[in-house]
């Protein structure tokens, strides 16, 4: 059975970082495209990432983290990792990490994805 765990998420002050983690099983992470997203609520689920290793890894990023957020992989740990720097309240969110069956050449919608973790709250304050 496939299966996505995130964790990581909390409390950070604005300018911060955090480090969220999203651990697979029942797939190999380098089989699926990988995807972040986040979400408010009352507010539309926002892609932030989309990451592809068939061909070659290669990391896609929304302008509203560009440059802030890295997302890196451990094949050995079957996990992915939200890398998140300079942190503003704007990013409060929950935030869920999703895998799907194609390959990405930009941030893709959540229709792209057949696998979700269950979300792990972020939340930005002083």
């Known amino acids: 059975q496939l299966q996505l765990v995130e964790s990581g998420g909390g409390l950070v002050q604005p300018g911060g970082s955090l480090t969220l983690s999203c651990a697979v099983s029942g797939f190999f992470l380098d089989y699926y495209t990988i995807g972040w997203f986040r979400q408010v609520p009352g507010k539309e689920r926002e892609g932030i990432s989309c990451t592809s290793s068939t061909g070659g890894s290669r990391t896609f990023y929304a302008d509203s983290v560009k440059g802030r957020f890295t997302v890196l992989g451990d094949n050995a740990k079957n996990t992915t990792y939200l890398k998140m720097d300079n942190l503003t309240p704007e990013d409060t969110a929950v935030y869920y990490c999703?895998?799907?069956?194609?390959?990405?050449?930009?941030?893709?919608?959540?229709?792209?994805?057949?696998?979700w973790g269950q979300g792990t709250q972020v939340t930005i304050s002083s």
């Open positions: 999703a895998a799907g069956l194609f390959i990405c050449d930009e941030v893709l919608g959540g229709p792209w994805y057949d696998y």
